[in-house]
Nanobody, 116 residues
């Protein structure tokens, strides 16, 4: 059974930093892409960032220059370094793993709260 487990969420002041991590277990194959989505209170889930098995990265415009994604397709791990956090970054962050056969797996989410 494939499981994605996120860690690293928490409460941080505006301008601060957090690092999210996600590890997939129960799967032996490298990922096609792995990334992060988020859902703020009262809003839909939105794309944040992703990294491909080849190392290409993609970011939402709202986080470009502030967030950095890294990962290892063989270890099925992904990290998200979040700097210069803003109150509007407050959300539940979900890890996503996209397989070469088109299957998507999701973590249960980790809460990030940016507040003074």
């Amino acid at each position: 059974q494939v499981q994605l487990v996120e860690s690293g969420g928490g409460l941080v002041q505006p301008g601060g930093s957090l690092r999210l991590s996600c590890a997939a277990s129960g799967i032996a194959f490298r990922f096609n892409s792995m990334g992060w989505y988020r859902q703020a209170p009262g809003k839909g889930r939105e794309f944040v960032a992703a990294i491909s098995s080849g190392g290409s990265t993609n970011y939402a415009d709202s986080v470009k220059g502030r967030f950095t994604i890294s990962g290892d397709s063989f270890k099925n791990t992904v990290n998200l370094q979040m700097n210069t956090l803003r109150p509007e970054d407050t959300a539940v962050y979900y890890c996503n793993r996209h397989s070469f056969d088109g299957t998507d797996y999701w973590g249960k989410g980790t809460l990030v709260t940016v507040s003074s």
